[in-house]
């Protein structure tokens, strides 16, 4: 990675200009943090004393949290239940200063919450609280004219569609949303999964990683081949008609393309404690440097090194701005 100094600066004074809207499925990540001393003796699974928990936003939400830690505004967009832990969701927005305008809530579903329990920085077991039910039509118009007033408030800079598969982005919601922030000259950025992965038709910049890759396209790519891999994204992209594909590649780093121009850049030594987020966090740098122009070559290296950083903390945490342009700075000295 090779970065004019004036641009790293550039893009560091930038980033707080910037608001990115993330539309995408939240939920609460719940922590337990405890020891294990003994078995049970009604079961041979361990016995956790807990010591401590928290609640975290997590999901799309983890995104937003990025957004805001290297310096941007977020706005959440998504639907939530309209239960106990909704309200416990928008508690933990109010106390990060966001604002619930992109909030949408729902008799039709359950507030999506994970607990996750640990111990000696170990996961024990997680539980997930969910539905995966795709939104209603109701849902969908509700949704969507929540969302239009966003974009249409002129303020937003980067559309980032962070999909976890639980329901929310339908192809109807994407094609609306895609249509709409085209309209608005918004750059448009998906994080995606296996389901609706060629629903984002137009997108600016297409995020998969390499398994999304290969379930989306349905062709058996070597990992290890640069060539089956361009291959994989060519077939991706005559689909899709995106500008720009960011592939990530875990241990040999992240792809990026930009019609004829391709180049991988390989992953930074690191010792990876939890991988947990680490695609939020690449999405969120990208799109960033996305909005602000930035080179694809940037936007793969410095998503990349940001990614790798995440890894070293256990859970998931957002990207510290402080740290990824420190290791920015030195990777190019």
């Avoid at 118009?141 to 999909?163: H, N, P």
């Avoid at 609706?196 to 998969?208: I, R, S, V």
Wanted: charge should be negative; aromatic fraction near 4%.
């Amino acid at each position: 990675m090779n970065i004019d100094k004036h641009e790293i600066d550039r893009l560091y004074r930038g980033f707080n200009d910037l608001t990115a809207m993330v539309v995408g499925d939240v939920m609460i990540d719940a922590y337990y943090w405890g020891r294990v001393d003994r078995i049970s003796p009604e079961a041979p699974v361990p016995i956790v004393q807990i010591t401590e928990r928290e609640n975290r936003l997590g999901g799309a939400a983890n995104v937003a949290l990025n957004v805001m830690s290297l310096g941007a505004k977020p706005i959440i967009c998504s639907v939530i239940g309209n239960d106990e832990k909704a309200d416990l969701f928008e508690a933990l927005l109010a106390k990060r200063d966001f604002s619930s305008e992109g909030i949408e809530r729902s008799t039709e579903r359950p507030t999506t919450v994970k607990t996750r329990i640990i111990s000696s920085d170990q996961h024990l077991l997680r539980v997930d609280e969910e539905s995966t039910r795709a939104l209603s039509q109701a849902e969908e118009t509700a949704f969507i004219q929540r969302c239009t007033k966003v974009i249409e408030s002129g303020e937003v800079d980067v559309l980032i569609f962070e999909d976890y598969n639980k329901g929310l982005l339908t192809e109807h919601v994407i094609s609306s949303l895609i249509s709409l922030a085209r309209k608005h000259n918004i750059p448009v950025t998906v994080d995606p999964k296996k389901e609706n992965f060629f629903a984002y038709q137009h997108a600016t910049l297409f995020k998969p990683n390499f398994k999304e890759l290969v379930e989306g396209v349905k062709l058996d790519i070597d990992k290890n081949s640069d060539e089956a891999i361009v291959a994989g994204i060519r077939e991706m992209e005559s689909k899709l008609s995106n500008e720009l594909s960011l592939v990530t590649l875990s241990e040999r780093g992240v792809m990026v393309k930009q019609g004829d121009q391709v180049q991988r850049i390989p992953a930074h030594p690191r010792k990876i404690i939890d991988v947990s987020g680490a695609g939020d966090t690449v999405i969120s740098v990208a799109s960033l440097i996305l909005a602000l122009k930035g080179d694809p070559a940037v936007i793969a290296g410095m998503s990349n090194l940001a990614g790798g950083l995440v890894c070293e903390k256990v859970g998931v945490v957002p990207i510290d701005k402080e740290l990824l342009f420190d290791e920015v700075r030195k990777n190019n000295s």
